[in-house]
């Protein structure tokens, strides 16, 4: 079993190898907001001075609702990552518009993509999985976007959720009423 609280010390000069296991697959369902299955990746740290440099890849299967019909929608998230880790006392104070990044080591130039935070002594890899799959999860997960058969099922459960809609199902009282004594007659 892998250990999801990486202390700097215990990081050699090959850095370390971890591969995602229950831990890992807990937090990935609390990123990815749904059941999470066949959890499969790599996490590599790498020690750089204080700093810790954390990439590899995850991918898994999450279980989540269509936003439209809310049908159950398998998703299959995967992809890369490429983190690099500082101490909260060498993080460069930053003004309210202020961009500023850590000085990235020479031996990492073009392979950071995201910059996070640690206490200088220990870093949780429980926060990079989770924070990688609320990232890679779609904001509205839908069965199809697009003009294909399983879009037009989808608009129609979606439709059969909705029911009939008609003038006569309009409210007649509070603050819109006035509004329908407006329309256009035919």
Do not use: N
């Not at 990486?6 to 059941?35: Q, V």
């Not at 898994?60 to 299959?76: E, G, K, Q």
């Not at 690099?84 to 080591?105: C, F, H, N």
């Amino acid at each position: 079993m892998s250990l999801p609280l990486i202390r700097l010390d215990t990081l050699g000069p090959r850095g370390l190898e971890i591969t995602p296991d229950a831990w890992a697959l807990a937090c990935a369902a609390e990123g990815a907001g749904g059941p999470v299955q066949g959890l499969t990746g790599r996490i590599h740290l790498e020690r750089h001075d204080k700093q810790i440099f954390v990439h590899g890849e995850l991918a898994a299967t999450v279980t989540l609702p269509c936003v439209r019909c809310l049908a159950p929608l398998s998703l299959a998230l995967a992809g890369p990552f490429a983190c690099l880790y500082s101490p909260l006392a060498a993080v460069p104070e930053k003004g309210e518009d202020d961009d500023t990044e850590p000085e990235v080591p020479p031996a990492l130039s073009g392979r950071v993509e995201e910059f996070g935070e640690y206490d200088g002594v220990a870093l949780d890899l429980r926060d990079v999985v989770r924070e990688f799959f609320a990232l890679e999860t779609p904001a509205q997960p839908r069965c199809a976007d697009g003009s294909t058969d399983e879009d037009a099922a989808c608009l129609a459960r979606w439709a059969a959720l909705a029911g009939p809609v008609s003038d006569a199902d309009a409210p007649q009282s509070g603050a819109f009423a006035a509004l329908a004594s407006l329309k256009i007659q035919k």
